[in-house]
């Protein structure tokens, strides 16, 4: 005997019944009617049993689908097309699309996959091919600005993802063609049925998927995101598939929703960091500002102060105040154009250090002389190049070397700030900043880099929080090591270019 089993679903209200298999037994007497009532119980407990596996497939499958989208993928293109790659390789259908719906009320075919065993994309695009031929204008199911609906145009009405839409849940065809409607002209007809039965295709649906937030007043609001689309060359889609199909439908529009949400934070960060440089340039503009307009004020304070038959010696220092106009000129430049100060290109790290050095200290052979305060320069050959500004790295770099300075002169003995740039570990530059200053209290040392932190009366406490923020934009990182009365060293650790 062969008894039929069936699994009963419900479609649209109706209970169908699904053929799943048959039952086959043999008996050496007569098949009696309970032999057949028996056989029909295990024939429906085999039915459950096979839904039940094929359910728990389907939903781990999904799970991995959905783990996927959430956890891994920031791209929209790439969640787009493991949601048609999961349908088609985990799922098992002919082949599937994405549809998202435009704000030019359009929904455009965003990612396609067929099964590589049914055709490849040459393939599919001989066809598209062939179906130009046939009906004298592009025709294209992988490139979205020709296989485009728009949802409210009376020659679309008919088309599978339109219908879908507007019903707002899925709607299933037997004929390929409504996919493709009316960007395939109903000349091609012939040619698209040839295909679908070239690739076996029974049924194709269209399953809509939605946003849904719930507004103050408690009422739920959905908003569209698209169409998923899948081909299948079983008889028809079962209830089963249907609601399978649905939960990944609604998990790619939050997978969607997600990739829009990250691309947005991206780009905002991208802004935050752009206005971030603008401000710590202008900020580190201001505070190199302030410093030459106090040399300019005690300047102009000797020469008051200074007898007219000894005025001679103080304008022999005019020329080192020229050079002070002139950079204190180039930063309005700067803050009356911020954009040209946070200019990023390869820069040299000890070219920099050089600069650095010759802004910190104005009068350097006087403070080796007068003050016992020497710099030392251990600079590294052939370092390779950072991507940055030279004036903010130089900025940098002087904040350090300044601050060193101004340690060692508050012990009141001399002593030595210390620079060293050499080659780092996986495509770093290295930069030790190190001085015999009084050093930094190890109540202070978590504190250093906060803004508005600073030991000094007058000071601003900007310093080397912004050198902390710039370093660590770039990429690299800077660290401190102190001892109360003995010194200080910064370790900076600057991306550079490979090659």
């Given at each position: 005997i062969a008894v039929p089993f069936f699994l009963e679903t419900v479609t649209d209200g109706r209970t169908e019944q699904e053929m799943v298999g048959n039952l086959f037994a043999a008996k050496r007497g007569l098949i009696s009617e309970q032999d057949i009532r028996v056989l029909s119980a295990f024939g429906r407990q085999a039915a459950a049993a096979i839904e039940s596996e094929r359910r728990r497939l389907h939903i781990q499958i999904a799970q991995n689908i959905v783990y996927e989208m959430q956890s891994r993928l920031q791209n929209e293109e790439q969640v787009l097309q493991r949601i048609v790659r999961g349908a088609v390789s985990d799922l098992g259908y002919v082949g599937?699309?994405?549809?998202?719906?435009?704000?030019?009320?359009?929904?455009?075919?965003?990612?396609?996959?067929?099964?590589?065993?049914?055709?490849?994309?040459?393939?599919?695009?001989?066809?598209?091919?062939?179906?130009?031929?046939?009906?004298?204008?592009?025709v294209s199911v992988s490139d979205p600005d020709i296989a485009r609906v728009f949802v409210h145009r009376d020659d679309c009405a008919a088309n599978l993802s339109v219908r879908a839409f507007k019903a707002e849940k899925p709607v299933v065809s037997s004929d390929l063609y409504d996919l493709f409607t009316p960007?395939?002209?109903?000349?091609?007809?012939?040619?698209?049925?040839?295909?679908?039965?070239?690739?076996?295709?029974?049924?194709?649906?269209?399953?809509?998927?939605?946003?849904?937030?719930?507004?103050?007043?408690?009422?739920?609001?959905?908003?569209?995101?698209?169409?998923?689309f899948a081909a299948t060359r079983s008889r028809r889609f079962s209830a089963g598939e249907i609601e399978l199909l649905e939960t990944l439908a609604h998990q790619a529009a939050a997978g969607i929703r997600n990739a829009r949400l990250y691309r947005i934070i991206e780009e905002r960060r991208q802004v935050a960091q752009v206005f971030g440089k603008m401000a710590f340039s202008a900020a580190a503009s201001v505070h190199a500002l302030r410093n030459h307009l106090a040399a300019f004020q005690m300047h102009l304070h000797l020469v008051q102060l200074t007898p007219p038959e000894r005025r001679d010696e103080i304008f022999q220092l005019s020329n080192k105040m020229l050079?002070?106009?002139?950079?204190?000129?180039?930063?309005?430049?700067?803050?009356?154009?911020?954009?040209?100060?946070?200019?990023?290109?390869?820069?040299?790290?000890?070219?920099?250090?050089?600069?650095?050095?010759?802004?910190?200290?104005?009068?350097?052979?006087?403070?080796?002389?007068?003050?016992?305060?020497?710099?030392?320069?251990?600079?590294g050959d052939g370092l390779p190049p950072v991507q940055t500004s030279p004036d903010m790295l130089a900025e940098a770099f002087r904040v350090l070397i300044k601050n060193g300075v101004e340690a060692v002169r508050e012990t009141g003995r001399g002593g030595e700030v210390r620079v060293v740039s050499r080659r780092g570990e996986q495509d770093t530059v290295e930069v030790l900043i190190s001085d015999e200053g009084v050093g930094i209290k190890p109540e202070d040392m978590g504190k250093i880099f906060e803004l508005r932190w600073s030991t000094k009366e007058a000071g601003m406490g900007f310093g080397l929080f912004w050198t902390k923020e710039f370093v660590e934009g770039l990429g690299g990182s800077i660290t401190v090591e102190s001892e109360w009365q003995q010194g200080t060293t910064f370790r900076l650790v600057l991306p550079a270019i490979a090659g």
């Open positions: 599937a699309m994405v549809a998202t719906y435009e704000q030019d009320d359009s929904l455009p075919v965003r990612a396609f996959y067929l099964q590589p065993s049914v055709g490849t994309m040459e393939q599919v695009q001989q066809w598209e091919k062939e179906l130009s031929r046939y009906s004298g204008r592009p960007v395939v002209p109903p000349s091609a007809r012939p040619a698209v049925a040839g295909i679908q039965e070239a690739l076996g295709i029974q049924q194709v649906i269209a399953v809509p998927f939605f946003l849904e937030e719930e507004e103050a007043d408690g009422q739920v609001k959905r908003e569209a995101v698209g169409n998923l050079e002070r106009l002139d950079e204190a000129a180039k930063i309005l430049d700067n803050l009356h154009e911020p954009w040209r100060a946070v200019v990023d290109k390869p820069t040299d790290v000890n070219s920099c250090i050089t600069r650095a050095i010759g802004q910190a200290v104005r009068d350097r052979e006087e403070v080796e002389a007068e003050e016992g305060i020497y710099i030392r320069e251990e600079l």
